[in-house]
């Protein structure tokens, strides 16, 4: 398994919830900081902050559905 397929395989696993929503949405968006933090929002808050992040240097990353 390479590494990029590894990076995917865990962020499919670790995405559950919107950061922003709470536990109630489910999150489609992971969101890989420059400094190593990791975000994930549902599509609405992924739009929203989406300009932004690309700014920062953010990685984002669209789970398929």
Request: aromatic share 12%; net charge negative; hydrophobic share 35%.
């Amino acid at each position: 398994m390479d590494e990029q397929t590894e990076f995917y395989d865990l962020a499919d696993k670790s995405m559950t919830y919107c950061d922003r929503c709470g536990k109630g949405t489910t999150a489609l968006i992971y969101v890989a900081m420059p400094a190593g933090n990791e975000l994930k929002y549902c599509a609405h808050h992924a739009g929203r902050y989406r300009a932004n992040l690309n700014l920062l240097g953010a990685f984002l990353y669209e789970l398929s559905a």
